[in-house]
């Protein structure tokens, strides 16, 4: 469970990134930051993340007020953030080194992990040696090892291709499914926000605000196939665009 | 290559013979006076001097480099205090500074070791900041996201994502440190190669000058070698960083 009350950003040099957002993001369920480029989407995730402090405003996690990053939260980075000099075992097992656990412990629960997402196999490989697809997976990998309540993804799937993409995104549909966690997560596309998402935020043009906050009412059980035909997931995209459609030229 | 180096061999060959400089002998007695210097105790002992007094100012260099290079790469306070003295330091004609270094510590080792600090140590430092400036941010968002502290996110990131530049700092920094150790004990002229230099060249023994020369610039050619293969292992790294 996550909570904000009244985020404000402005950088230094004056640019209001974000003005009195209000949102909350309850567990188990995934919610999706969703805009214009350059809205603030990215900020508002890692301020949440304890990476960017906010100018105003207070977020909670269970209640606990976000003074810097935590161990109950985890990130997945655009561009993936592996260290290309680590094996996968060492890049997904990072988090807990940090944390002091030892290696015989954290690779047996690396392991585990790696298996997870599908690179067993892998495990002594390194990030050059792995197609754009499966280094995402190490880095969720990475973040879900550390096993934080609060899952945070910024624009994960935006640099792999669209093939792999759609398969990533069924994957994550299962995980949420599978772990209690809150699920936080900033795209640019339409179509993956209303595929995955429980929630949708949409925020306006900077300086952002929450302009409306959409629940798509799919139904998530059998083939996924099917939510991509569903006639509630196509008019929940076309509604989306409908709305954002202004902020574009 | 191999070729032109044996036309200048012979030119320098046949300078020699004719007997045109007292500066200039022979190649071939060049030579033959490297088999004859290299196994006596007198070079031996010089050798392990000189060799000591290289290493230790080396070590000192790296391990006092690369932690201000980070250090200056992170902080933008930090660097705008330094940067300017590095670049300074950097250009500056450091033997001029030698003589200081020499009535602050004496005629000793511990003039040499600072002499060959002085000479490496900006050349890492200024490597090392440029490698870090170079790493990726979200590498180091991530490691903050996992809690890293501050030494954590300079022994595991920092450090290596900037390996390359700081293998590359590193290796010009040793080729600096060569004349470093040279130039130092040339100026305190009683210790290692240096008394040797100064034997030589006062008994006017060109044979043994060119001899001794001859060795310290294939020395410095192999260290540069060495190390230069060392940085094309870890190039990959810089390709990966994007």
């Given at each position: 469970m996550v909570e904000m009350f009244g985020i404000s950003k402005t950088y230094e040099g004056g640019v209001e990134a974000l003005n009195e957002i209000n949102l909350d993001f309850p567990e188990g369920q995934l919610t999706t930051l969703l805009g214009?480029?350059?809205?603030?989407k990215t900020t508002l995730l890692k301020i949440v993340a304890g990476l960017i402090s906010p100018t105003s405003g207070e977020v909670l996690v269970e209640g606990r007020p976000v003074t810097g990053p935590g161990p109950e939260r985890a990130f997945v980075f655009q561009d993936f953030?592996?260290?290309?000099?680590?094996?996968v075992m060492r890049n997904v097992g990072f988090g807990l080194e940090l944390r002091g656990v030892g290696r015989a412990k954290r690779e047996a629960i690396a392991e585990k992990y790696i298996a997870g997402v599908g690179l067993k196999g892998f495990e002594s490989a390194y990030p050059h040696e792995l197609s754009g697809g499966m280094r995402q997976r190490v880095g969720l990998a990475r973040a879900l090892a550390v096993d934080a309540k609060v899952l945070l993804m910024d624009?994960?799937?935006?640099?792999?291709d669209e093939q792999t993409r759609r398969k990533f995104q069924e994957d994550l549909l299962e995980l949420i499914g599978r772990e209690r966690k809150t699920f936080i997560f900033v795209t640019h596309s339409i179509e993956e926000a209303v595929y995955v998402s429980d929630r949708v935020v949409l925020l306006s043009r900077r300086p952002s605000r929450v302009s409306a906050v959409i629940e798509p009412d799919i139904p998530r059980q059998g083939d996924p196939e099917k939510i991509r035909r569903n006639s509630t997931y196509l008019d929940t995209v076309e509604s989306i665009w409908q709305g954002l459609k202004q902020y574009v030229e | 290559m191999f070729a032109s180096l044996l036309v200048w061999a012979l030119i320098w060959e046949i300078v020699g013979r004719s007997g045109a400089s007292l500066v200039i002998p022979p190649l071939s007695s060049v030579f033959a006076r490297i088999v004859e210097i290299a196994p006596t105790p007198t070079f031996i002992n010089a050798l392990w001097i000189t060799g000591r007094s290289f290493l230790l100012g080396n070590a000192i260099a790296i391990l006092l480099g690369v932690p201000l290079g980070v250090m200056m790469g992170r902080s933008v306070v930090a660097d705008r205090l330094l940067l300017p003295w590095v670049n300074m330091f950097l250009s500056a004609p450091l033997s001029a500074l030698v003589p200081v270094i020499m009535v602050l510590f004496g005629l000793g080792d511990t003039t040499i070791i600072l002499t060959v600090v002085l000479f490496a140590i900006w050349i890492i430092v200024l490597d090392a900041r440029a490698g870090v400036r170079g790493i990726s941010p979200s590498l180091v968002e991530m490691a903050k996201s996992f809690g890293a502290n501050q030494w954590q996110a300079f022994s595991n990131i920092y450090v290596w994502a900037a390996l390359p530049e700081i293998l590359s700092g590193i290796r010009l920094g040793m080729i600096r440190a060569v004349k470093g150790v040279v130039i130092g004990q040339l100026l305190v002229s009683i210790v290692g190669f240096g008394s040797l230099f100064e034997l030589y060249s006062s008994r006017f023994l060109m044979e043994h000058f060119w001899a001794l020369l001859f060795m310290l610039f294939v020395f410095a050619f192999l260290l540069n070698e060495i190390l230069a293969w060392l940085e094309r292992k870890v190039e990959y790294y810089a390709s990966s960083r994007q």
């Open positions: 214009p480029s350059g809205c603030g953030a592996l260290m290309p000099w680590a094996s624009e994960p799937f935006s640099a792999v | -």
